[in-house]
């Protein structure tokens, strides 16, 4: 059995070599990592920083603009919606007198068209019929009469043959 003994130490030597080289091997990537990195921040803070600096000190100055551009940005939207209520108002108050003067207008028209006719159907009740009654009237007594005295009836010099006492309308 002793020998297995030697065995298993010079096998647990050699794993213990290997492991130290790989402990060794990770030491160094992780030295010339860091070399890098420290490298790389170096420029970042020379490179960097400056405009980080540069962006704060912009915002720093530039804050109390901005908000007064929106304080302004939200008044005037605000005096842009009023206005727009204000129109609106104003166009449906317009829009509704239109339409009441129209109504008004289209009754004014009935009305006046109806008095034209009423007026239109008494004059002709009143002037024409009376009148066309009281020309049948004057014919009828003037056939009468000149078939009762016998003569013929009087035509006017053009030879149309009507006579000069009858009334037209």
């Keep these: 059995m002793p020998t297995l003994v030697n065995v298993f130490i010079i ?3 050699v794993a213990v070599v290997i492991q130290a080289g790989i ?7 992780v030295r010339k990592t860091s070399k890098r990195v420290e490298s790389l921040a170096t420029d970042v803070q020379t490179k960097a920083l400056p405009t980080i600096e540069t962006a704060q000190s912009m915002l720093v100055e530039l804050r109390p603009r901005i908000t007064d551009i929106v304080g ?10 009023a206005q727009m209520e204000r ?10 007198r239109t339409r009441l003067q129209v ?11 109806d008095r034209v006719e009423e ?13 066309r009654q009281l020309s ?13 005295l016998g003569r013929r009836r ?16």
């Design 23 to 29: 402990l060794v091997g990770l030491f160094v990537a």
């Design 119 to 131: 007026t239109s159907e008494l004059v002709h009740r009143t002037v024409v019929s009376p009148i």
């Design 11 to 13: 096998v647990t030597a």
């Design 103 to 113: 109504i008004r207008a289209d009754e004014l028209v009935n009305r006046t068209m």
């Design 154 to 169: 009087r035509q006017r010099g053009d030879g149309v043959g009507v006579p000069q006492d009858e009334l037209f309308i």
């Design 87 to 96: 129109l609106d108002v104003t166009v449906s108050d317009i829009v509704d």
């Design 136 to 148: 049948g009237l004057m014919t009828g007594l003037s056939a009468g009469l000149e078939y009762f």
């Design 72 to 81: 302004n940005v939200e008044d005037s939207a605000r005096m842009a919606r």
